[in-house]
């Protein structure tokens, strides 16, 4: 798998970059986190406004920016939850569901957007 995700990354010069964000975001969940996800944030950014990026891949690029949002609104709701937080409301559970059931989905669009990736084919638009 990994040896056919680094043929796209050599077919497609922007794939590699795509990627690249896929895999940081990926690891994002660990403790690493705070590095990975402004750095693949960045690179979406720099591929998603350049001139040069083919519309397949502005797509995944897009995609990705959501995910990462997706990623930062879960983490806010979880740690805005936490006991001694604001443990007294009786919401608060469900705002912690929602920020794992948030971070769920994260995982999810990072392995559906490396599957579609590896197929060479944009992201639909529905998904986004």
């Given at each position: 798998?990994?040896?056919?995700?680094?043929?796209?990354?050599?077919?497609?010069?922007?794939?590699?970059?795509?990627?690249?964000?896929?895999?940081?975001?990926?690891?994002?969940?660990?403790?690493?986190?705070?590095?990975?996800?402004?750095?693949?944030?960045?690179?979406?950014?720099?591929?998603?406004?350049?001139?040069?990026?083919?519309?397949?891949?502005?797509?995944?690029?897009?995609?990705?920016?959501?995910?990462?949002?997706?990623?930062?609104?879960?983490?806010?709701?979880?740690?805005?939850?936490?006991?001694g937080a604001d443990g007294g409301v009786a919401w608060a559970g469900y705002v912690m569901l929602?920020?794992?059931?948030?971070?769920?989905?994260?995982?999810?669009?990072?392995?559906?957007?490396?599957?579609?990736?590896?197929?060479?084919?944009?992201?639909?638009?529905?998904?986004?």
């Open positions: 798998m990994v040896e056919a995700l680094q043929a796209v990354a050599r077919d497609h010069g922007e794939g590699g970059r795509a990627l690249t964000i896929y895999l940081l975001l990926a690891v994002a969940l660990m403790a690493v986190g705070v590095v990975t996800v402004p750095i693949a944030a960045v690179l979406a950014c720099l591929g998603l406004f350049g001139r040069d990026t083919p519309s397949w891949l502005r797509s995944h690029y897009g995609f990705q920016l959501r995910s990462t949002l997706i990623s930062l609104l879960s983490l806010g709701a979880i740690v805005l939850m936490l006991p929602a920020g794992v059931i948030g971070l769920g989905l994260f995982v999810i669009r990072c392995f559906w957007g490396l599957a579609i990736l590896y197929r060479r084919k944009p992201i639909p638009a529905w998904l986004i």
